[in-house]
């Protein structure tokens, strides 16, 4: 006789387990996909294994990829924590990016302070744009997804006016974007690739001082605190509508961030904002979830998704299958994640009822 | 005059996919689900609606194959957020994610293909109408829509009366499925009628928007939807005159105002008791 039994605080090994067969079970649906677009799946798993796993280039290419989902999911971890749904890492990641561009073409800086003064702009451009959404959360109590998502589209169009409009280049081959940087605000590049590696170690960096302070520090505690017992935090005197200020400012920031990174290490110009990104802001949400709100574990979680990504350029050139393909595979796995998630608090019982 | 109907009719007809859309959140929230991948479902719909009605000539078929896949769509977060309790927010966001990714894939091959027989929109937009004030009728003056509000509002107590409640929630998620899936066959077969990757364009959220401006009253909805179709037709009529950039974020500004608005006057307070609070018998 097998039976199901409820476990409300369920080992941690079994959650991974879980986690691990819901990744799993993606992989083996999306073979239904392959199958329904006319590529057989054997074919298709072949081929992504073969350009990005057993080829150098490859993996170069999933570094790259990660390292804008690597700073966009360390902080969406920490707004997840607290509950703070931060859908719109997306636009956070295009006004990082336009602010970096308007301090590389605009402000006249000694060539040592320029990258610096873009990150920074970034961070804050970035952060402050998330904290609209914030304020409206905590203030009115306005649903922040909601929020956050129209914000994504207003940064496209922001984006878009910009390198249309008021900052539009001379070079134009019938596509809209602004000068090139000036060599002082462009990333250097590990040779051959397009891994710009002071965004990586940035992106690594903070991760680990977010853990650290998620688990080490009184804001950490009380964000915490707010995410898993509302009630409790109000009880404890804790400051939740300045906790979720702090968590959007910091994840918003990370997104910001991400966009210079992507400005001023691949395209060395502000350009159309579907081209700055595909997605990242999406893709990031399940470096989080499978981090499982764990910022430091979003380096490995991160360049798995990049791993996705790399996938799914070599589909495109290979297979002739459109770059949504990646979309289908994030939206199977963040389903199969969530929906397992509650499963892993029942553990199989063998024997008679006590 | 004359100029001011046809202003009047685009309105209206902008405001359709949100209308229909939104008629179906509404039913689902009221039933206590959140499905925030209406976005998602819509693409799903106006896919299957223009493949079904290109391949058959049928547009009527297609119409059906627009509402089937909405609601087959929908049944996978019934599946997720009922059964398995899951977060109801992230699945939904999760099955727009797959809604736009899956439409986009397997639409590759119509992509500027013709539609021989697009229907004409003004269907459509009286059908809208009218079901909402069936979908109004049938929520306060029946048994099933007293059925539906109390699994919304208190569903320990639903339960506790015989009620099923993971069917009527079930149904309710799968009939807003087939909205949304109807107001995607209205984007492919009359309004475009053509089908593109991304052609529901944030439709999907506004209709979600929607539903909490109006406090999950269908007959508010109308109104709401053809405010928001006077506003994009508005934009598109003062095209040249300002950056065009500036008018097509318009709309979405416009949730946000309209969100802060609903949060000011404190109409949140009508929002169903159990509304995205997964039930779970045995529990209160």
């Known amino acids: 006789m097998v039976r199901l039994e409820f476990d409300p605080n369920p080992p941690g090994n079994r959650v991974w387990l879980v986690m691990g067969l819901a990744v799993l079970a993606a992989i083996a649906l999306s073979s239904l996909i392959f199958w329904s677009y006319g590529v057989p799946p054997v074919t298709a798993y072949l081929t992504l294994f073969k350009g990005t796993l057993a080829n150098p280039a490859g993996i170069a290419e999933s570094f790259r990829r990660a390292i804008p989902l690597l700073l966009i999911g360390a902080g969406l971890s920490l707004a997840f924590r607290s509950q703070f749904f931060n859908i719109g890492a997306e636009g956070q990641l295009l006004l990082g990016a336009s602010a970096a561009t308007g301090v590389a073409l605009f402000i006249p800086l000694p060539a040592e302070l320029k990258l610096v003064t873009m990150f920074l702009a970034g961070f804050l451009a970035g952060g402050a744009y998330a904290l609209i959404a914030a304020l409206l959360k905590s203030r009115l109590g306005v649903n922040e997804i909601l929020s956050t998502l129209m914000l994504n589209y207003i940064a496209v169009y922001i984006v878009q006016f910009l390198v249309n409009g008021p900052w539009k280049g001379r070079s134009l081959m019938g596509f809209a974007y602004t000068e090139?940087?000036?060599?002082?605000?462009?990333?250097?590049?590990?040779?051959?690739?397009?891994?710009?590696?002071?965004?990586?170690?940035?992106?690594?960096?903070?991760a680990l001082f977010l853990q650290?302070?998620?688990?080490?520090?009184?804001?950490?505690?009380?964000?915490?605190?707010?995410?898993?017992?509302?009630?409790?935090a109000r009880y404890a005197g804790i400051n939740i509508g300045r906790t979720v200020l702090m968590v959007a400012m910091l994840s918003g920031g990370l997104a910001g961030l991400a966009g210079v990174g992507e400005a001023a290490g691949i395209h060395k110009r502000l350009l159309d904002p579907a081209q700055i990104s595909l997605g990242y802001g999406f893709t990031a949400i399940i470096v989080a979830w499978l981090a499982?709100?764990?910022?430091?574990?979003?380096?490995?979680?991160?360049?798995?998704?990049?791993?996705?990504?790399?996938?799914?350029?070599?589909?495109?050139?290979?297979?002739?299958?459109?770059?949504?393909?990646?979309?289908?595979?994030?939206?199977?796995?963040?389903?199969?994640?969530?929906?397992?998630?509650?499963?892993?608090?029942?553990?199989?019982?063998?024997?008679?009822?006590? | 005059m004359e100029e001011i109907f046809s202003a009047l009719a685009r309105a209206m007809a902008f405001g359709t996919p949100i209308l229909l859309a939104a008629l179906g959140e509404v039913v689902v929230e009221r039933a206590g689900v959140v499905n925030l991948g209406v976005e998602g479902m819509m693409a799903v719909g106006a896919l299957a609606a223009f493949a079904a009605a290109q391949t058959s000539g049928n547009p009527f078929l297609g119409v059906v194959a627009g509402v089937l896949a909405g609601g087959i769509a929908a049944s996978a977060h019934a599946f997720v957020s009922v059964n398995l309790r899951a977060n109801q927010f992230v699945s939904g966001l999760a099955l727009t994610m797959l809604g736009l990714g899956l439409s986009g894939l397997l639409g590759n091959k119509y992509v500027g293909a013709p539609l021989e027989h697009p229907l004409a929109e003004t269907g459509f937009t009286w059908?809208?109408?009218?079901?909402?004030?069936?979908?109004?009728?049938?929520?306060?003056?029946?048994?099933?829509?007293?059925?539906?509000?109390?699994?919304?509002?208190?569903?320990?107590?639903?339960?506790?009366?015989?009620?099923?409640?993971y069917l009527v929630r079930y149904g309710a998620t799968i009939?807003?499925?087939?909205?949304?899936?109807?107001a995607g066959a209205f984007l492919s077969l009359a309004y475009r009628p053509s089908w593109s990757d991304g052609m529901t364009s944030g439709l999907g959220w506004i209709a979600v928007a929607l539903t909490i401006f109006v406090a999950w009253e269908s007959i508010r909805a109308v109104f709401g939807a053809f405010f928001f179709g006077l506003l994009y037709h508005l934009a598109f009529r003062l095209q040249g005159r300002l950056p065009s950039e500036m008018l097509l974020a318009l709309p979405y500004l416009l949730v946000i105002v309209v969100l802060t608005l609903a949060a000011l006057r404190r109409r949140q307070g009508n929002a169903p008791e159990g509304l995205g609070l997964p039930y779970e018998r045995g529990t209160r």
């Open chain 2, 175 to 182: 009939f807003g499925g087939m909205m949304a899936g109807l």
């Open chain 2, 127 to 165: 059908a809208a109408v009218v079901l909402s004030i069936v979908i109004w009728l049938v929520l306060y003056f029946t048994r099933t829509g007293l059925v539906v509000r109390s699994v919304g509002e208190n569903p320990a107590a639903a339960d506790a009366l015989g009620l099923e409640v």
């Open chain 1, 292 to 354: 499982r709100g764990n910022p430091a574990l979003t380096i490995f979680t991160a360049l798995l998704m990049g791993l996705i990504f790399a996938g799914g350029d070599v589909m495109k050139l290979n297979l002739q299958m459109p770059f949504r393909v990646v979309d289908v595979f994030s939206g199977l796995l963040l389903m199969f994640l969530i929906g397992s998630e509650p499963l892993a608090r029942y553990r199989l019982k063998f024997g008679r009822r006590a």
């Open chain 1, 212 to 232: 650290l302070i998620l688990n080490r520090s009184t804001i950490g505690y009380e964000l915490r605190v707010v995410g898993e017992n509302l009630e409790a």
């Open chain 1, 180 to 206: 090139q940087f000036p060599a002082a605000a462009t990333l250097p590049v590990i040779g051959g690739t397009l891994i710009h590696w002071p965004t990586l170690l940035l992106g690594v960096l903070l």
